[in-house]
């Protein structure tokens, strides 16, 4: 079963606006990494952030970390219609495993 | 430089046959995980190979085993098949480092569908 969780599971906006997504997890994490989907194809990887840092930015993307809350947020500035794609947090514990959440689903329209 | 290659892209399958997947990792990759992706669901960890052994285990049934060859390349096997394995498996590659914080590399997956 899933261990994390993405909220909104879905989201439509505008282009030029800008998406944010979030998730939560349950339990101490190593690190927390943010992926990406097109239409069922293979996942992309688009940021990493470990658990002693706070905040990282990558071009138009944005992620915070707060482990006192266990969540997290991905935001993607100044979205485009060629960010529409399913986005999934994923995180590690220590082990070997990377678990995924259930993703949310990111429409942008032009 | 190759990315991770899957095959078949696609799969047809009646319930109760076998099925073997395949995936070859990045250059330079020594680790291979795969997954399970139901329609609208998020990837679920089937398990994970290095040094040619089973690392870890997700939570799925003995049906599904697999294998990972000297040249890092890895199959995953499903025996008799149910309705409910129908889904999109996904092969991921990384470079196994301690530090425990290398992204994985995703194929495109093959598509299997038990009818």
């Known amino acids: 079963s899933q261990q994390g969780e993405e909220d909104p599971q879905a989201l439509s906006i505008q282009e030029g606006e800008n998406a944010t997504m979030n998730c939560s997890y349950k339990?101490?994490?190593?690190?927390l990494q943010w992926y990406r989907q097109n239409s069922g194809r293979g996942l992309v990887h688009l940021i990493l952030?470990?658990?002693?840092?706070r905040e990282k930015h990558s071009g138009r993307l944005r992620v915070t970390l707060d482990t006192s809350k266990k969540s997290s947020s991905l935001l993607i500035t100044a979205s485009r219609a060629a960010d529409t794609a399913s986005y999934f947090c994923?995180?590690?514990?220590?082990?070997?495993?990377?678990?995924f959440g259930a993703g949310t689903r990111l429409f942008v329209k032009a | 430089d190759a990315g991770v290659t899957q095959s078949p892209t696609h799969l047809i399958k009646t319930r109760g046959q076998q099925v073997t997947l395949r995936c070859s990792p990045k250059?330079?990759?020594?680790?291979v995980s795969w997954y399970q992706q139901a329609l609208g669901q998020g990837p679920q960890f089937i398990f994970q190979y290095y040094e040619e052994e089973e690392r870890q285990r997700g939570n799925f049934p003995d049906r599904f085993s697999g294998h990972q060859f000297p040249n890092y390349s890895s199959e995953l096997n499903v025996n008799a098949l149910l309705l409910g394995d129908s889904a999109l498996y996904l092969c991921?590659?990384?470079?196994?480092?301690?530090?425990?914080?290398?992204?994985?590399?995703f194929g495109n997956g093959t598509r299997l569908t038990v009818t």
């Open positions: 339990t101490s994490i190593n690190n």
């Open positions: 994923a995180y590690n514990r220590g082990g070997f495993k990377t678990i």
């Open positions: 250059s330079g990759h020594d680790t």
């Open positions: 991921a590659s990384t470079k196994w480092t301690r530090a425990d914080n290398s992204p994985l590399h």
């Open positions: 952030i470990r658990s002693n840092e």
